[in-house]
């Protein structure tokens, strides 16, 4: 019985450390895109220099890179009638939108 006390201690420990990981990457997320939309308003508003890709935006672009093109399903998307769906800014541009006027 000593083993299995040992082993169902050792689970009860690495489930408290995977929810303290876990409580950390939520909080590191959500700093993440507070910080991206933080950059995106100052970029909209310095002066001088050009509107800056972001740190996630070039990871991404170097992932788009790596992966392997989409097969497509018969039409393409520009084929598509796009007038029967509005288009949307991204949320967090939507946000910053409202909150300067």
């Not at 890179?65 to 007038?83: E, L």
């Not at 949320?91 to 910053?96: H, I, N, S």
Request: charged share 30%.
């Amino acid at each position: 019985m000593a083993t299995s006390d040992k082993i169902t201690k050792e689970k009860q420990q690495l489930s408290e450390a995977l929810a303290r990981v876990d409580a950390q990457r939520e909080k590191l997320a959500g700093q993440l895109s507070e910080l991206e939309a933080a950059e995106r308003m100052l970029a909209r508003y310095s002066k001088g220099a050009g509107p800056r890709k972001t740190a996630s935006a070039k990871t991404s672009a170097t992932t788009r890179k790596a992966t392997a093109p989409a097969r497509s399903r018969g039409r393409t998307r520009a084929a598509k009638d796009s007038s029967s769906r509005p288009h949307l800014a991204p949320l967090g541009d939507q946000v910053l939108a409202l909150a300067t006027g």
